[in-house]
């Protein structure tokens, strides 16, 4: 079993910036692959951003391109997602997950956290 603990979220102005937390616990989770998925009120669970068990490679859903980066710790069981410029549009709750796929589909997680809130304010 691996909990997944989110933080970092807050009420924020339209163009700061901020840095999300995810802290694993239980199971070893360096072999896994990890990723945030926001989701807005009214709205599907979507997919923000994928990093590799190992940091290689990385995925990005388009709509944060160039604003959000996605990093991880397995020494510290703990991945980051810096977010950069913003947008009321990125209000959302803000959920880490572990799995073993390389995809952006919700079913391939295994481990989800409960979330952290985000709302930017124009």
């Known amino acids: 079993q691996v909990d997944l603990v989110e933080s970092g979220g807050g009420l924020v102005q339209a163009g700061v910036s901020l840095r999300l937390s995810c802290a694993a616990s239980?199971?070893?989770?360096?072999?896994?692959?990890m990723g945030w998925f926001r989701q807005a009120p009214g709205k599907e669970r979507e997919f923000v951003a994928l990093?590799?068990?190992?940091?290689?490679?990385?995925w990005y859903a388009d709509f944060v391109k160039g604003r959000f980066t996605i990093s991880r710790d397995n020494a510290k069981n703990t991945m980051w997602l810096r977010m950069n410029s913003l947008k009321p549009e990125d209000s959302a709750i803000y959920y880490c997950?572990?799995?073993?796929?390389?995809?952006?589909?919700?079913?391939?997680?295994?481990?989800w956290g409960q979330g952290t809130q985000v709302t930017v304010s124009s």
């Open positions: 239980g199971r070893d989770v360096s072999g896994y692959n």
């Open positions: 990093i590799s068990w190992n940091s290689v490679n990385t």
């Open positions: 997950a572990a799995g073993r796929s390389w995809n952006n589909r919700r079913r391939d997680y295994e481990y």
